[in-house]
């Protein structure tokens, strides 16, 4: 079957906008993650769905960023007014085991 | 805390063994896992480890696990230039926890 997509690939937009990021994950997937990865960094972690938990938060950097999760499947991931240090991979994975998760190919942001 | 470590960088002749090293702060860590990513790919799940092993072994991947000194390692036997990549070393509580990831090892082949 299909992997984890997200959309769209790039997006360029102007300081001060928002914009909203998209991940599908596999089908039947409960846990899904949100990353960030800035230019030649590691990740770092964003938010975490599991099921019908509540949403583990815990890395979300300010008050600009939120994710949406609808049951067990999309996720959109919200920024607003973006500045330029938000500029990033944003990375989405999902998993079904706890051992392994599936990642997308990511969204490349730039904030000009 | 929630730390994961790893020295940033390793450069390895081919055919020689790679170790990539990593320590991470949360002794009851239950899955320790190592990622790759290739310049401009995605990441991708190289193997894991549960807390209650030493060691696994997946063909050319060695892992070693001291759980004591909370130290992680992958050994890459025999490495070639399609080795070259960043590696990451991750850490997961439970089940039902986040992955947490170290900073990523850049692996440099030299042919």
């Known amino acids: 079957g299909a992997g984890v997509s997200q959309s769209p690939s790039n997006k360029v937009t102007e300081k001060g906008k928002d914009v909203e990021l998209r991940c599908d994950p596999i089908s039947g997937h409960t846990a899904l993650y949100w990353y960030r990865q800035r230019l030649g960094q590691g990740l770092e972690f964003l938010i975490y769905?599991?099921?019908?938990?509540?949403?583990?938060k815990s890395g979300l950097p300010s008050d600009r960023f939120s994710a949406e999760r609808t049951g067990e499947s999309v996720s959109t991931l919200t920024i607003q007014r973006t500045q330029q240090e938000d500029s990033a991979v944003y990375l989405c994975?999902?998993?079904?085991?706890?051992?392994?998760?599936?990642f997308g190919p990511g969204t490349r942001l730039t904030v000009t | 805390g929630e730390d994961v470590e790893q020295s940033l960088f390793l450069s390895v002749r081919e055919g020689d063994s790679s170790v990539i090293n990593c320590t991470y702060t949360?002794?009851?860590?239950?899955?320790l896992y190592w990622y790759k990513q290739e310049p401009g790919a995605g990441l991708q799940l190289l193997t894991y480890i549960f807390s209650n092993m030493d060691m696994k072994q997946d063909q050319r991947l060695t892992v070693l696990l001291n759980k004591k000194d909370k130290h992680l390692s992958l050994r890459i036997a025999d490495t070639q230039t399609g080795d070259s990549a960043i590696y990451f070393c991750?850490?997961?509580?439970?089940?039902?926890?986040?992955?947490?990831f170290g900073p990523g090892t850049s692996l440099s082949v030299i042919p």
């Open positions: 991750a850490e997961k509580k439970t089940s039902y926890d986040k992955v947490i």
């Open positions: 949360d002794s009851s860590s239950t899955y």
């Open positions: 994975a999902s998993s079904l085991a706890p051992q392994e998760q599936y």
């Open positions: 769905f599991q099921g019908n938990s509540a949403p583990d």
